[in-house]
């Protein structure tokens, strides 16, 4: 099973970014999938979550306090690919984003939950 994470970059503040996780070996739509970051310094948090449910209006979303209303988890699962929109981006979202996915949980917010784990893509917002 492997979890490939894309997407990451150099952005000006104020900016966007599309990060993208797709799956190989296992059928995603099946779990619930999140979105950590790891900043210099700091343990990894977790940003978003997606659960299972069809990824539709009905799935279970979850944002930390500091990216609501700025940050938009979703997916498609004929491509086995989850998406995390990052909009209005901050020098304080400057991390490292992984990837995570666990089966039977409908939030995923600790790290030691996550079955799976894809390699982190930097992203870096500075002007």
């Known amino acids: 099973v492997q979890l490939q994470a894309s997407g990451g970059g150099l952005v000006q503040p104020g900016g966007s970014l599309r990060l993208s996780c797709v799956a190989s070996?296992?059928?995603?739509?099946?779990?619930?999938v999140a979105w950590f970051r790891h900043m210099p310094g700091q343990p990894r948090e977790a940003v978003s979550s997606i659960s299972s449910e069809s990824r539709g209006s009905e799935a279970i979303r979850y944002y930390a306090d500091s990216v609501k209303g700025r940050f938009t988890i979703s997916g498609d699962n004929a491509e086995n690919r989850v998406y995390l929109q990052m909009n209005v981006l901050k020098p304080e979202d400057t991390a490292v984003y992984y990837c995570?996915?666990?089966?039977?949980?409908?939030?995923?917010?600790?790290?030691?939950?996550?079955?799976?784990w894809g390699q982190g893509t930097q992203v870096t917002v500075s002007s």
């Open positions: 070996g296992v059928t995603l739509d099946r779990y619930t």
């Open positions: 995570a996915a666990v089966y039977g949980l409908s939030i995923l917010r600790k790290e030691l939950q996550a079955e799976y």
